[in-house]
């Protein structure tokens, strides 16, 4: 996979350092509007408002993670490690009922999975483990996420559909007329254009922005753990481990480098699910390779994991502004709802484009009847609220997705006829994209 790409790999000897400098600072700015918007869409779920995640701590654990991957990966991999859109769902289902501290506790079970996948693949090999998880299961998982979360987007667009549209067309209009970074951050740029108009309409109040402090610790909180949470991280994490390795295929395509063999694909793995486990103990999101650098990286051809760990440095100092969080949180529920418009939809084609991209057969019973079992497990489950029962005198939830996962991995390795074979696509293997759109 390995091939030469003309691109800069050492910044400070061939930029200098003041350009090296200014490159940080574009692949923090290009992170910034998604991971951001993960703590937002948080405090926007009924019954949760003003009780989700951190934008401070969400920024904190990000860098954190950043820099932790590039330890364990030898920083060879120029990778940064944002907030993962698969794991909104969770969010949906577990703040609102429990609280943010056990769907963090949720994040560290998901973690751990992650390290127990490197395991099995440092002992099994890729192939064969990668064989539980084709494009015919992972592709109605991805495609589920985005409808389950569906129906929030709507609920706060209508509070004031007038201002959620701005965000739906600022998004429209980037993807498809932007270029260069205009094209690559098109979160970012449709919250602030939506801001400003907010804040002409008169929609936004400033009275906790002004009462906050400059400079403060970010708002850390223990992580809680039951079933519920646990079940419905350990889900959706199957589907982030491959999005995960699909990531890092594509990465090492853009820099002229086989990342899946050096430093290897458990390293990069445990770089991650510790890296998700260590935000989820510290009460952040999960994390995820992010689409948005590695466009960044395509963009500039500045291949110097240098520069993203300087990206990673620039979130932990803003992490440390309570008038930042407090700015976040002023965001109206209408641009949340019509970003999230947008975004819900386009995880779902993700989805889609997975199936269509690994030329998925659903000509074939055992793809049709895979596929069939999942969808109406993950929303007829999802719309009764899942199904509870008793172990050793504990409740245990399963959500529509939980179930429809669990189903899909067991179909497939029972049913004959699996002939997915791992390594033959880059883009076959990009199970999904989560961090970009």
């Known amino acids: 996979m390995s091939t030469k790409v003309t691109g800069i790999y050492d910044a400070r000897k061939e930029l200098g350092w003041g350009k090296t400098i200014i490159m940080g ?39 954190i993670a950043t820099l932790w991957f590039h330890f364990i990966t030898k920083g060879k991999v120029p990778v940064f490690l944002g907030s993962s859109f698969a794991f909104l769902g969770m969010y949906q289902a577990i703040i609102p009922q429990y609280g943010k501290e056990y769907a963090t506790g949720g994040v560290i079970a998901a973690g751990g999975l992650y390290v127990i996948l490197a395991i099995l693949i440092k ?19 991805i495609i589920l996420i985005g409808i389950n979360l569906a129906g929030s987007a709507i609920d706060n667009l209508f509070t004031n559909w007038m201002l959620g549209v701005v965000p ?39 009275d906790a922005v002004g009462s906050a402090a400059w400079v403060g610790l ?22 982030a481990m491959v999005e995960h390795i699909g990531d890092v295929m594509a990465i090492g395509a853009t820099c002229g480098k086989n990342f899946i063999a050096d430093p290897g694909l458990t390293r990069t793995l445990l770089g991650d699910g510790i890296g998700t486990s260590l935000a989820g103990l510290l009460g952040g999101p999960a994390n995820t390779t ?29 992490s440390f502004s309570p008038k930042f969080d407090a700015l976040v949180n002023s965001i109206p529920a209408a641009i949340v709802g019509g970003v ?14 997975n199936i269509v991209e690994n030329q998925v057969d659903l000509t074939k019973s055992r793809n049709l009847i895979i596929a069939a079992v999942m969808f109406v497990s993950g929303l007829g489950f999802s719309s009764v609220g899942g199904i509870t029962f008793t172990v050793g005198g504990a409740a245990v939830t399963l959500s529509g997705l939980a179930i429809a996962a669990l189903c899909g ?29």
């Not at 992010?290 to 803003?318: M, W």
């Open 218 to 239: 970010p708002n850390f909180h223990m992580p809680k753990f039951n079933a519920d949470a646990i079940v419905a991280g350990l889900a959706v994490a199957v589907a």
């Open 25 to 63: 600072l574009q692949q923090c700015f290009a992170m910034f509007g998604a991971t951001i918007l993960v703590p937002v869409l948080t405090n926007s779920y009924p019954g949760a408002e003003g009780m989700g995640l951190s934008a401070s701590v969400t920024l904190f654990c990000a860098g």
């Open 409 to 437: 991995v067991i179909l497939n390795a029972i049913l004959p006829g699996n002939d997915y074979e791992f390594g033959v696509s880059v883009v076959g293997d990009k199970s999904a994209d989560l961090g970009s759109y």
């Open 123 to 141: 002992v099994l090999g890729t192939k064969r483990v990668m064989k539980l998880f084709p494009p015919a299961v992972c592709g109605p998982l």
């Open 340 to 353: 999230s418009f947008i975004l819900y939809g386009m995880i779902s084609a993700v989805g889609v484009r």
């Open 290 to 318: 992010y689409g948005e650098n590695t466009g960044v990286l395509a963009l500039s051809k500045v291949y110097d994991p240098r520069v993203v760990r300087l990206a990673a440095f620039y979130a932990i100092i803003l």
């Open 168 to 206: 739906i067309l600022v998004i429209i209009i980037c993807n498809t007329w932007g270029k260069g970074m205009i094209k690559i951050i098109p979160v970012l740029i449709s919250l602030i254009v939506s801001y400003i108009v907010a804040i002409i309409m008169g929609a936004v109040s400033f």
